[in-house]
């Protein structure tokens, strides 16, 4: 069981990379300090006759693992560990860093996320924490240390989730060590004030500056438009500040046992996918909830989740599936309808996935997720979600060695989202639905077509892909352009949205080419006027 299951870092994107698991993991996400021990009696009994294999855990607890600063107590987790492997069950750790203990925000106060009107976030629900915020990097590094060299002993912890689904509450962050920190970011990134000032258009609205000292995130509508280069730059440093934020993490993960496979369960907004955060890791995850969509459009929702995930790293794993009805505050999903959950797991196999876990294993009596219900019901009484998970368990041990390393064939792609050609656009995108959007339709209208379609990056491997539809992205990087000429001249077809290469995406000034700028040569035509198609009044 505790083979080593390390799949070997991504080097680069690549949609079609499988990933080398030796088996197929199905389970649930566990909570276990959530019940006593007469409920907790059973569980590890009840998950292996139903086929459970891994079980993800921690990712909540760093008030139990560290209940004083500097005072670890693993002894809690010391005898759940032991009743699952006496079970056959795998353990994915989680690194807690989502919800910090009360004892550090009382002794750091200013280590709490600021939002774009200056409000700081408070204790009492999680992602309150700047991950940019050095003192609470150094909370991160040491807590993750602890865990690691402290569960690097457990026979049955295969791998490691770093923090919990990053920026999902929370993307910008203006507390005052990002203020510094976006200042050393630009003059890293242009050496000297005037090279910034002539890539934000300082001269624009008399925002010149003298000296980096100057440099402050930027605000929308406050009180009006943001310069539309330097809200492209600040994305880049939010995402460059989670990557970090990962990476101290994944350093000290891989230095305490390299057989540890590590993931992180995305995926949100304000993280660069294809980019090093990624990379950083073994596989990517991605969450699927399948509820927030409306009924009609469930399936639709759950394919285009899992295809742009591919695109991001090839196959993937998914940390969290809908078990059951989810509700928080305001909202409560309708109820998975008998086989609707079994259905959902092979949907994410069928897209890409080789290891899933249900959220979560129990319904938890409190807390702001109360009604998130799990496999099993309020009241620990196995019911359909139980069979249903025990009927998918079982055929998984048939069915699972079967498709682990093989990848999905596809015959055309939605070009695949960077977070900057998103971020170029989202700042001044006209009121007009932007790149993903955009290609959440393109997918969902060839997905109906019955097309064998997926979501495939422009520097990716495009070779075998028959029809690559690009929509609309105002901002482009010329260097994505040969490959793409290359693709098209062995015989590709490709569709270009009319908005494309306006922009530059380096600094996110309007070309200075003929529109479609830097798709001229590859579309041999020019745009000589245009216009946006307005059909009501202009706000
Ligand atoms: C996910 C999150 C879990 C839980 C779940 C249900 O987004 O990772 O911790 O909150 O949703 O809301």
């Not at 294993?361 to 139980?386: K, M, Q, T």
């Not at 306006?502 to 798709?519: I, M």
């Amino acid at each position: 069981m505790a083979s080593p299951l390390r799949l070997g870092i991504l080097t680069s994107m690549n949609h079609r990379r499988p990933t080398t698991f030796d088996r197929f993991h199905y389970g649930v996400c566990y909570y276990p300090e959530h019940w006593d021990d007469a409920t907790r009696r059973e569980d590890a009994a009840r998950m292996a006759a139903a086929g459970v294999t891994v079980v993800r855990l921690g990712e909540f607890s760093w008030d139990l693992f560290e209940p004083e600063e500097g005072k670890f107590d693993f002894s809690f987790y010391d005898r759940v560990l032991p009743e699952l492997h006496r079970h056959g069950i795998s353990v994915i750790m989680g690194t807690p860093t989502a919800a910090a203990p009360r004892w550090l925000t009382v002794k750091h106060p200013g280590i709490h996320r600021v939002d774009a009107k200056g409000v700081a976030q408070v204790h009492g629900s999680r992602q309150h924490l700047c991950t940019g915020n050095a003192v609470f990097r150094d909370y991160s590094k040491r807590i993750t240390a602890a865990m690691a060299t402290h569960f690097k002993a457990a026979p049955n912890v295969i791998g490691w989730q770093t923090d919990n689904e990053f920026n999902c509450h929370f993307t910008e962050c203006h507390c005052a060590s990002c203020q510094t920190g976006f200042a050393t970011w630009t003059k890293a990134r242009y050496g000297t004030i005037a090279a910034l000032n002539t890539a934000w258009g300082n001269a624009f609205w008399a925002q010149t500056l003298n000296d980096f000292s100057q440099v402050t995130t930027p605000r929308d509508q406050l009180p009006t438009w943001q310069n539309p280069s330097a809200r492209l730059d600040y994305l880049r440093f939010v995402a460059d500040r989670v990557a970090d934020f990962q990476h101290d993490q994944v350093k000290l993960l891989r230095a305490a046992d390299p057989r540890w496979f590590i993931m992180h369960n995305g995926t949100f907004w304000g993280i660069d996918y294809h980019g090093r955060f990624t990379t950083d890791l073994d596989v990517l995850g991605v969450d699927l909830y399948p509820g927030f969509a409306a009924p009609a459009d469930k399936a639709r929702w759950h394919a285009w989740a899992c295809d742009r995930t591919r695109a991001y790293g090839g196959n993937f794993v998914v940390p969290e599936q809908q078990a059951g009805p989810g509700g928080q505050g305001n909202y409560l999903h309708s109820t998975l309808e008998p086989g609707e959950m079994r259905q959902q797991v092979y949907t994410s196999i069928g897209r890409g996935c080789d290891q899933l876990l249900h959220f979560r294993w129990r319904s938890c009596r409190f807390g702001a997720e109360e009604y998130w219900c799990g496999i099993l019901d309020h009241d620990n009484v196995p019911r359909r979600r139980y069979a249903e998970l025990s009927r998918i368990g079982n055929e998984l041990k048939r069915v699972g060695p079967a498709v682990l390393g093989t990848y999905v064939h596809i015959d055309c792609a939605v070009a695949s989202v960077p977070l900057e050609v998103n971020a170029a656009d989202g700042v001044i995108s006209h009121g007009l639905p932007g790149p993903e959007r955009m290609g959440e339709t393109v997918h969902q209208a060839l997905l109906e077509g019955k097309y064998a379609v997926g979501c495939v990056h422009p520097a990716d491997d495009l070779a075998g892909l028959k029809l690559y539809v690009i929509p609309h992205w105002a901002a482009f990087d010329p260097a994505w352009i040969p490959g793409l000429t290359r693709w098209v001249e062995a015989g590709g077809t490709l569709v270009l949205g009319a908005r494309c290469g306006q922009r530059r995406l380096d600094n996110n000034h309007v070309t200075d080419q003929t529109f479609p700028g830097v798709f001229r040569p590859l579309a041999g035509l020019t745009v000589e006027e245009y216009q946006r198609l307005n059909t009501g009044p202009i706000p």
